[in-house]
Nanobody, 123 residues
Framework: QVELVESGGGFLQAGGSLRLSCAAS????????MGWFRQTPGKEREFVAA???????VAYADSVRGRFTISRDSANKVYLQMTTLKPEDTAVYYC?????????????????WGRGTQVTVSS
């Protein structure tokens, strides 16, 4: 069983930056495809960014491309660097993981989820 633990959420002003982290442990594979999703009350969980198993392939939602950067290190830890944050980025951010190689973009394609970390951006 894979366990994912997110950290780094918080409250900040629009235009600011924040870095989220997610650490994965357990499971049978040493590396996973990992992604970030976000959700606000009453809305579906939406894709934000994903990174492939090797770290060479990444994918971003149009709404965050150019502002957010996903990266990973060799120890199954993934980061989401968020810059130029906007109030509409306010959400609970979830880390997700699955076996495989490419950065999947649908929440239905991920088997493992963290509990989420709140990001609140004020105007």
């Amino acid at each position: 069983q894979v366990e994912l633990v997110e950290s780094g959420g918080g409250f900040l002003q629009a235009g600011g930056s924040l870095r989220l982290s997610c650490a994965a442990s357990g499971g049978t594979d040493s590396l996973y495809v990992m992604g970030w999703f976000r959700q606000t009350p009453g809305k579906e969980r939406e894709f934000v960014a994903a990174i492939g198993r090797s770290g060479d392939s990444v994918a971003y939602a149009d709404s965050v491309r150019g502002r957010f950067t996903i990266s990973r290190d060799s120890a199954n830890k993934v980061y989401l660097q968020m810059t130029t944050l906007k109030p509409e980025d306010t959400a609970v951010y979830y880390c997700a993981a699955r076996s495989g190689g490419i950065p999947y973009t649908s929440r239905f394609q991920y088997a493992y989820w963290g509990r989420g970390t709140q990001v609140t951006v004020s105007s």
